[in-house]
């Protein structure tokens, strides 16, 4: 799992027919302190999340059985909506 923070949305009328019905969210992963970890990925939303909000995101298997469809096309699914994060930064690896 990792956060992120959503940044647009994705509209494919051509599509793989398992993904038809699905929502489709520009994704940018974060790091805990709120910077950004990578380059932006697409995920199918999975719970009504919109542009602007923080998200947990899960991959791979765990994200195509969360959207319902195991054999689907699905890399990357939205699971969560993230109202807070708390960091006890003590107990954080030192800064890079």
Do not use: C, Y
């Amino acid at each position: 799992m990792w956060v992120g923070k959503v940044i647009g949305t994705l509209v494919a009328t051509p599509k793989d027919e398992s993904l038809t019905g699905s929502k489709l969210l520009i994704v940018q992963p974060l790091e805990f302190d709120g910077r950004s970890a990578g380059g932006p990925l697409v995920a199918v939303d999975t719970i009504g999340a919109g542009t602007g909000e923080t998200v947990l995101v899960v991959e791979g298997s765990s994200a195509r059985h969360v959207h319902g469809k195991p054999n689907s096309a699905v890399d990357a699914a939205i699971v969560g909506i993230i109202d807070s994060i708390e960091l006890d930064r003590s107990l954080l690896a030192e800064e890079r």
